[in-house]
């Protein structure tokens, strides 16, 4: 029992459930993900910043025009925050397995992070322009129908629910991602 080489050669080794090229395989899927859900976020807030400053130069109501500043400035902060936070990381060359799972659950956790963040950076910013504007809408409806004013509102809160409850269902499955992870690492 005492022998060095007999210890050596009986002890229990670890099965390797997933290789090193698997991990760097789903790194780059999921960093590809990240890129493709970030250049959409840009583009849709380019479209929303056009929007709201061609609207913005051809209105002429002070409230309105309050609340379309605050609209940009909020799409702005959300995407300086989602490039801040939520840019795809490159995975290191160099790594061994277990600082290849440890970097890919890392990434995995950050973007959990971001997504479960939802309601502060990137709804959250939004609200105020938005809710002046449909406010406005309400006591001055644009089409002199309060109805599509309302109908407005309704449809942005149902916006708003659904982008939040999106990101928080994405939230739960990284959260799985990330336990299978730690089951590779040997963690319960």
Not at 71 to 95: E, N, Q, T
Not at 111 to 120: A, H
Not at 153 to 162: K, P
Request: aromatic fraction near 12%.
């Amino acid at each position: 029992m005492d022998d060095p080489r007999n210890l050596w050669q009986t002890q229990e080794v670890e099965e390797m459930r997933i290789s090193v090229e698997e991990l760097r395989t789903k790194a780059a899927k999921f960093n590809n993900l990240i890129r493709r859900r970030n250049i959409r976020e840009y583009v849709a807030a380019l479209v929303g910043i056009v929007w709201a400053g061609t609207y913005l130069w051809r209105t002429h109501h002070f409230v309105e025009r309050i609340a379309l500043v605050l609209m940009i400035a909020g799409v702005i902060y959300c995407m300086w925050h989602l490039k801040k936070w939520g840019s795809a990381r490159s995975f290191p060359a160099d790594l061994g397995r277990s600082d290849c799972i440890r970097f890919y659950q890392s990434e995995l956790k950050r973007q959990r992070d971001l997504v479960r963040g939802i309601w502060k950076w990137y709804i959250g910013p939004l609200i105020p322009g938005m809710t002046l504007l449909c406010v406005y809408f309400i006591v001055v409806p644009p089409s002199g129908h309060l109805w599509v004013s309302v109908a407005n509102v309704v449809f942005q809160a149902t916006v708003f629910l659904t982008i939040g409850w999106l990101n928080m269902r994405a939230a739960r499955r990284l959260d799985g991602r990330i336990k299978e992870l730690d089951r590779e690492l040997g963690h319960v």
